[in-house]
């Protein structure tokens, strides 16, 4: 049994047992009952999801506003959005800030969290549901406006800060510290993450401990030699999927900006521009060409990942 | 974990594991503290009269302002809050059934039946669920406007009957290929063809991973926001969540009080959810990164 399933092993096909040669032949001539169950979903991929994709990337190339005919313009969307729209890049700088600050903090809370509860004997059910909560509450519209307030000038964040000798006034309407108040809503959705860590490290046989232990290794060197290769491919599958979904970050920065992206642009974070410009100002062409970038985008920072993931990432293989 | 391990070292040094014990405890109350502080704050402001909201910052008000609460009841734009939490559980339940039927018949069918190409429609499934939702967004908008059903539920809830989202296609493809196969085996002698296995057999086995899969899909679309603020445009048809959203654009703060009156409302039944189902959600969580 393999610890991970990590997206590039469930991508290859199901493991050696599951395909029985013998059975083949025979099955071959029966594949309509496979097609009936995958009927909904290959309507979906068709429909939803591989026509939009293209229909996207022509669009791309048009200049249209959902009632008139699309006007082919060739690459001039992407020039305009590459070189003459500094909102444009805003957006990107905006959004790269907040993934590089979010995604690891929130990792390593989720990873020191995980540590912390790994072996505890009581309360540690009541602990993993209870910090998993705000994963699911965190992406709510209220407590996004929840969130505006406590960061708010005055609000408990200011006064907590005030009261040590800081005063930052509003994190909400300062331009250098608003795109923090997202990012520290993400990383109070820590949880998740935590959960899949939880399980992995329960999976890391006890005695590679105890050999660790009996050649004298302490708790860091324990859990630098031990745990974090160990747990490399889970660690990979969260900074992946975090790294993806904190891209796509939308409904807070709509709720703290009032939906305008403010105080000057500092909270316009690349969804909420490409839905402003799509959807606000009709310029449907242009945001299909954002999200045709954005999807170029997180796929070469998926590929970085990947490649980096060879030198770090450690696959047990173990016979289990 | 193995308990003879830390059987071994309890015998060893016990004062030592207490203190250490206690400390984990300390650690993870002081935690559980600064993660719900937003939440007892929500709670508390709440019920605050609309002169303490900005004055005071005492956490809790000087009195109940239970007014709060009827304030929110009578909705935003003339719309009902109890006509909002209709329309939310609508969707949400429409997405559930949606969900359920699409994501369990797609799943089997890449978990038992063999069929050309597997391998690769399986990696193309796994790989959706990395798209951006974005990337698919406008068309999908320009194809929902051709058909005339903006500002209808449809748009939200006809995807989830085409098994759009794989997450839960691939939840439950894992969950299946933990189930033993020798009943489906018996159930094909004695003459059961697929249709019949995987309603009689495979699904009553695979409850475990569909009600994961409904309680996700209800919280998820229940807080749903940036596919609802794009398709619904008639009050009348607003969910809770998007009655939120009037109270983002106005900046006075004297509607403090309802708005987070309705912010609780809102959450409630997300509360209520994981309360009853968190067994799930928790175990769904974690197979979805590891085999379970």
């Known amino acids: ?320 | 974990m193995s308990t003879a391990a830390i059987g071994k070292r309890n015998t060893r040094t016990r004062t030592g594991d207490r203190a250490r014990r206690i400390a984990l405890h300390l650690a993870a109350a002081l935690i559980l503290l600064v993660l719900l502080y937003p939440l007892v704050w929500l709670l508390a402001t709440s019920l605050k009269p609309a002169d303490e909201v900005l004055t005071s910052l005492k956490l809790l008000p000087s009195r109940l302002e239970w007014s709060n609460y009827s304030t929110a009841l009578d909705g935003v734009s003339g719309v009902k809050v109890s006509t909002l939490l209709t329309n939310s559980l609508l969707i949400s339940a429409g997405s559930v059934l949606g969900n359920v039927i699409s994501c369990s018949l797609a799943a089997y069918a890449f978990a038992r039946l063999r069929f050309r190409m597997r391998g690769v429609m399986f990696g193309f499934m796994v790989a959706t669920m990395m798209l951006p939702h974005h990337a698919v967004l406008i068309p999908q908008y320009i194809i929902f406007n051709q058909l005339g059903m903006v500002d209808t539920y449809w748009p939200l809830v006809l995807p989830k009957f085409l098994a759009t989202e794989a997450f839960f296609v691939f939840l439950i493809v894992q969950f299946m290929r933990g189930l033993p196969r020798e009943l489906e085996e018996a159930a094909r002698i004695d003459g059961c063809g697929p249709f019949r296995s995987f309603w009689s057999v495979v699904l009553p086995l695979t409850r475990p991973a569909l009600i994961t899969t409904a309680i996700f899909t209800f919280i998820w679309s229940w807080n749903d926001f940036f596919t609802q603020l794009i398709y619904l445009f008639d009050p009348e048809k607003f969910t809770i969540t998007l009655a939120l959203r009037n109270f983002v654009d106005q900046s006075s703060q004297s509607a403090f009080g309802p708005m987070f009156a309705m912010s609780v409302i809102s959450l409630l039944p997300i509360v209520l959810f994981f309360a009853a189902f968190q067994r799930y959600l928790v175990q769904g969580m974690a197979t979805s990164g590891l085999k379970g």
Do not use: C
């Not at chain 1, 990590?6 to 001539?29: I, L, N």
């Not at chain 1, 005919?69 to 957006?91: I, Q």
């Not at chain 1, 985008?297 to 016979?319: D, H, K, M, P, Q």
């Open chain 1, 1 to 320: 049994m393999s610890l991970t399933r990590d997206p590039r092993q469930a991508a290859s096909p199901p493991p050696a047992g599951a395909r029985e040669p013998r059975r083949t032949p025979r099955r071959r001539e029966r594949q309509g009952p496979a097609y009936v169950f995958l009927s909904p979903w290959i309507l979906g991929v068709v429909l939803l999801t591989l026509a939009p994709m293209a229909v996207s990337l022509y669009l791309s190339f048009t200049d249209y506003n959902l009632f008139d005919a699309p006007k082919w313009v060739g690459l001039r969307n992407y020039t305009d959005m590459f070189f003459e729209d500094p909102r444009y890049w805003r957006s990107v700088g905006t959004t790269l800030i907040f993934v590089v600050v979010a995604v690891p903090l929130k990792l390593a809370l989720a990873l020191g969290v995980a540590m912390l509860l790994k072996n505890m004997r009581s309360g540690k059910g009541f602990y993993r549901s209870a910090f998993y909560a705000p994963s699911l509450l965190g992406a709510s519209m209220s407590i996004a406006l929840v969130w505006r307030a406590l960061y708010n000038d005055g609000g408990t964040v200011d006064d907590l800060l005030s009261r040590i000798g800081i005063h930052t006034g509003g994190w909400v309407a300062d331009p250098d510290l608003s795109v923090f108040v997202v990012a520290l809503l993400a990383v109070w959705q820590f949880g998740a993450p935590m959960v899949i860590f939880l399980a992995g490290l329960q999976q890391i046989p006890g005695d590679l401990y105890e050999a660790a232990a009996l050649d004298g290794a302490g708790r860091w060197r324990q859990f630098v030699s031990v745990t974090l290769p160990m747990l490399s491919p889970v660690l990979f599958f969260n900074l992946v999927l975090e790294t993806i979904q904190s891209f796509q970050v939308f409904t807070p920065a709509f709720a703290i900006s009032g939906g305008k992206g403010g105080p000057a642009d500092s909270t316009m974070f690349y969804t909420l521009y490409l839905y402003e410009r799509g959807f606000s100002a009709s310029h449907m062409g242009y945001a299909s060409a954002m999200a045709w970038a954005l999807l170029l985008g997180i796929g070469a920072v998926t590929v970085v990942l990947f490649r980096t993931s060879r030198s770090w990432v450690f696959y047990a293989n173990e016979g289990a």
